[in-house]
């Protein structure tokens, strides 16, 4: 309830005059841009309008609808030529905006409507290059993320490619869970090829994964996001997955990254995701039969130091567990659920459509 | 204002790294220190709700919907929901009335579009309808609830906007050439819920959309492809809900996901794999648990503790009560933070989401006991997670809108959606 930073009277006034003096001049410039749209005005001086609100605030959809407007009159041949310079314009408009507000949606969906609208293949490179740069001031930004595989997907870039470039993401920062998620959807495209041949390619691919993510382990066993890869790669090559290995192989397989996983408990014995990757991986081989009793029991175990360790979770490794035949049964069944939103009066009292008890005026 | 959907200027540090974390870590173990006991206790029963505090912080931000807030000028109705959700949760005494009810009211009738329907972030005439404002609109109207607020939505133009935002592949558009993702969706069920406009059209193809967007980690992501998120996953799900079609999720790897996300040293969510901890979404994550529970339920698979055994209600509240609240009112998202009205709404409806849960019973209890004392568990009103509405006026506004025939759509207002755009 503390660590509120106070100001002083003289510093809250100055700081209230001066936003009101903002908020003033953007009043005016905003009113100035909407009569122009209410007007159709459809020129050079109605892009200037707006981009003098969206400056201020990037997030003002009406604007960029205007602009669109605007451009689609004074553009509104096929001679995409002639519209290369406005697109240049768009460009340095909105990556101006991006700079203000990284995440803005109608920022974002303008950029991608000009790449389209102008078919600004010359532009490309230029958007690889500006994602990469934004991704490094903040590499979970997920909206770069998706306008980046956006103009991969009609750039042509190579999956190869991409994969390269979450590779070096990864390399300067383990904990970038968005590049690992990247991966996961790049590699099946990488090795697409049908079959049982484009299965072995992946199936060898992702036995190299393993190899990184075994890096990112024992560099920071503590960092979540490669744990949670390493789930999705093991699920990949079980069998009847896409990657699928021969059973004994498999099995072989998961009993080494146990393996792996029990030594760096050894060194980090109080570490909550080496401990829950053990007990996955001992339920993995209960599930397809290949389990043993030691195995099962180590899996047990390990469910025991996981369920003290990370206390918070303790009732739900108690009661839902790691893939109990509980919880993998949820999937599969029917609810059938009032449409109306009557649900919660399935709770009882606790969600009682009576006027709520309030406490009194406490403090 | 960091939403998650909404102008994020200031959306949590930009950096991810486990020095980050620990930095979090330590700022509220910091705060948490101030209240304990000399054995060592947590000493929740001295910590107050700072309820006139934060009404009085709530009801001055009424008057910044005239001037100030820059960056919310096209998002206006994010504020009226934000203040009177939140008054609303605060109790009798503190929901709006009378004339700022009305006045509220009388805003909003004026962002709302003529003839081609739906919401505009500001009542400035020329600005287009967006799913976002509608939504806040449609949920402030019925959180004030009264007859003029009900009276005040036009249910004929808000049916041919939503008709006009539904896509071929069965999601919606945010608005008129606009992006696209799991928030129009679920904000265009709930408002078409709300006022019983939810037919089949709008149906078509939403749940089997929304099941593609379904990562491998068992959350969803804004759209096909990317990574799951906090804010996506709560409006997947009720999104589920409302169309009765939770079991097209594959519901263990969604509770995995979800009961990963709460943070073992302060109790708060995070919203994605390996962020920080932050106070909004203890709705976006904790208000998704009893829509969970609502599935689970049905099928009698519901652990023997309720949804209190899937993620901790007392640690979210000790994060709330003591991390999030600051003494002169308002919410953060996590210590060295300032309060604003998103973090105090999506705080407070968290806190209610956990206050409002049973005890779990002593014998599944676990090793972490029951702590929250009575006044934390009690301070707020029930919402209902669907819609993040009051209960007792989601109650009231289904009883309104069911009577309510269907309008007519008169074709002449049926623009064609733009070209789609790459994504």
């Not at chain 2, 700022?100 to 287009?128: K, M, S, Y």
């Not at chain 2, 939403?206 to 799951?228: D, F, L, R, V």
């Amino acid at each position: 309830m503390h660590g509120v930073k106070r100001f002083t009277p003289e510093k809250r006034a100055a700081l209230r005059k001066e936003n009101e003096e903002r908020a003033a001049s953007y009043r005016s410039r905003s009113a100035a841009a909407m009569e122009r749209r209410a007007a159709k005005v459809y020129d050079a001086a109605s892009l200037e309008a707006v981009a003098k609100v969206v400056t201020e605030n990037p997030d003002f959809a009406t604007m960029w609808n205007f602009r669109r407007e605007v451009l689609g009159h004074m553009f509104p041949d096929a001679d995409v030529a002639a519209r290369k310079a406005a697109c240049l314009a768009e460009f340095a408009l909105t990556q101006e905006c991006l700079g203000i507000n990284p995440k803005s949606y109608p920022v974002w969906y303008h950029r991608e409507w000009v790449l389209l609208w102008g078919e600004c293949e010359w532009q490309w490179p230029v958007e690889l290059k500006l994602t990469a740069k934004l991704l490094a001031l903040d590499d979970r930004n997920f909206h770069c993320w998706t306008y980046r595989r956006n103009v991969v997907r009609v750039a042509g870039v190579t999956a190869e490619a991409e994969l390269a470039f979450t590779t070096t993401k990864i390399q300067a920062n383990f904990s970038n869970y968005s590049a690992w998620h990247y991966r996961s959807k790049l590699l099946p495209a990488v090795h697409a090829s049908a079959g049982a041949e484009g299965a072995a390619q992946l199936g060898a691919v992702l036995r190299n994964e393993l190899e990184l993510v075994r890096n990112a382990f024992f560099t920071a066993p503590e960092d979540s996001s490669a744990w949670f890869y390493h789930r999705w790669l093991i699920a990949q090559l079980a069998p009847g997955a896409a990657a699928a290995l021969p059973p004994a192989e498999f099995e072989a397989l998961v009993r080494a990254e146990l393996q792996m996983v029990d030594e760096l408990l050894e060194l980090e014995p109080e570490c909550k995701w080496p401990l829950a990757a053990a007990a996955f991986l001992g339920r993995t081989l209960d599930t397809h039969q290949m389990g043993s009793e030691e195995t099962t029991g180590a899996a047990a175990t390990r469910i025991g130091e996981l369920r003290r360790v990370d206390a918070l979770r303790a009732r739900y490794y108690d009661s839902a567990g790691e893939a109990t035949p509980t919880m993998a049964r949820i999937g599969a069944s029917t609810p059938t659920m009032a449409p109306t939103g009557k649900w919660y009066r399935q709770k009882g009292n606790f969600y009682s459509t009576e006027p709520t008890e309030l406490a009194s005026e406490l403090h | 204002m960091a939403t998650f959907w909404e102008s994020t200027y200031d959306d949590g540090l930009p950096t991810h790294s486990t020095n980050e974390q620990l930095k979090t870590e330590d700022a509220c173990r910091a705060v948490f220190e101030e209240w304990i006991n000399p054995d060592g206790s947590l000493s929740r029963e001295s910590v107050s709700f700072c309820r006139t505090e934060h009404a009085a912080y709530l009801k001055a931000g009424l008057g910044s919907l005239a001037a100030g807030y820059v960056s919310l000028d096209a998002s206006r109705p994010w504020l009226t929901y934000w203040i009177s959700h939140s008054l609303e949760l605060l109790g009798p005494s503190h929901a709006l009335r009378g004339d700022e009810a009305d006045n509220v009211v009388g805003f909003l009738r004026r962002c709302q579009v003529p003839g081609t329907g739906g919401f505009a972030g500001g009542a400035h005439p020329g600005q287009i309808a967006h799913l976002a404002p509608t939504y806040a609109a449609i949920n402030t109207l019925v959180t004030i609830g009264t007859p003029a607020a009900l009276a005040a939505i036009d249910r004929a133009s808000l049916r041919v906007f939503l008709r006009r935002m539904k896509r071929p592949d069965g999601s919606f558009s945010m608005h008129d050439d606009g992006e696209c993702d799991v928030r129009g969706v679920y904000t265009a069920l709930a408002v078409a819920s709300l006022t019983n406009l939810l037919d089949d059209e709008l149906r078509r193809g939403a749940a089997e959309w929304i099941a593609s967007c379904q990562t491998y980690e068992g959350g969803i992501g804004a759209t096909p492809g990317e990574e799951a998120h906090g804010g996506y996953t709560f409006c997947g799900l009720a999104s589920m809900v409302l169309l009765d079609r939770v079991e097209l999720l594959r519901v263990p790897p969604l509770t995995r996901w979800l009961v990963e996300r709460q943070m073992g040293v302060h109790g708060g969510f995070q919203g994605r794999t390996n962020k920080l901890v932050d106070g909004c979404y203890s709705f976006w994550q904790g208000g998704a648990f009893p829509l969970l529970e609502a599935a689970l339920t049905r099928t009698a698979e519901l652990p023997s503790g309720g949804i209190a055994s899937l993620f901790s209600t007392d640690g979210l509240l000790d994060y709330l009560f003591v991390c999030c609240q600051q003494s002169n009112g308002g919410l953060r998202d996590k210590p060295g933070r300032g309060r604003d009205y998103y973090h105090t709404c999506y705080c407070l409806s968290g806190l209610a989401v956990a206050a409002a849960e049973p005890e779990p019973d002593p014998a599944t209890a676990g090793t972490r006991p029951a702590t929250s004392p009575a006044h934390w568990k009690t301070a707020l009103g029930f919402v209902n997670p669907v819609y993040n509405v009051s209960a007792p006026k989601v109650e009231a506004a289904l009883e309104w809108s069911r009577e309510l025939p269907l309008p007519p759509l008169p074709s002449s207002l049926m623009r064609p959606q733009p070209a789609p755009t790459l994504a």
